[in-house]
């Protein structure tokens, strides 16, 4: 947390659950003055996502692999989130949780 600053935490009930489609539509919605956002969710959906949003990246096949419990992707897109649409990001890192140091 230290790491993020103060960031605006938001529970979405209605996220839990959702499809890779719902999840699109939701980020879809964030005003543009919103630079970034860490969205956590479940699977298939969050696998599902960040394989429809990465057009590209070495990691793409680790994604595709094994996307675990706490694993984190990371993509890059250019453009307002209400142009966020199939393969028009980049996968920049796949981290999972194992991965990390203690």
Do not use: N
Request: charged letters at 25%.
């Amino acid at each position: 947390m230290p790491a993020l600053g103060s960031p605006e935490v938001k529970i979405e009930r209605e996220l839990y659950g959702a499809s890779s489609a719902h999840l699109l539509k939701r980020l879809r919605e964030l005003p543009d003055g919103v630079d970034s956002v860490i969205l956590i969710g479940h699977q298939p959906a969050i696998q599902e996502l960040a394989l429809e949003l990465a057009g590209d990246g070495d990691e793409l096949a680790r994604v595709r692999t094994k996307f675990p419990t706490a694993a984190l992707a990371t993509l890059l897109f250019a453009g307002g989130w209400e142009e966020l649409r199939p393969g028009c990001a980049e996968l920049v890192d796949f981290v999972k949780p194992k991965e990390l140091e203690s």
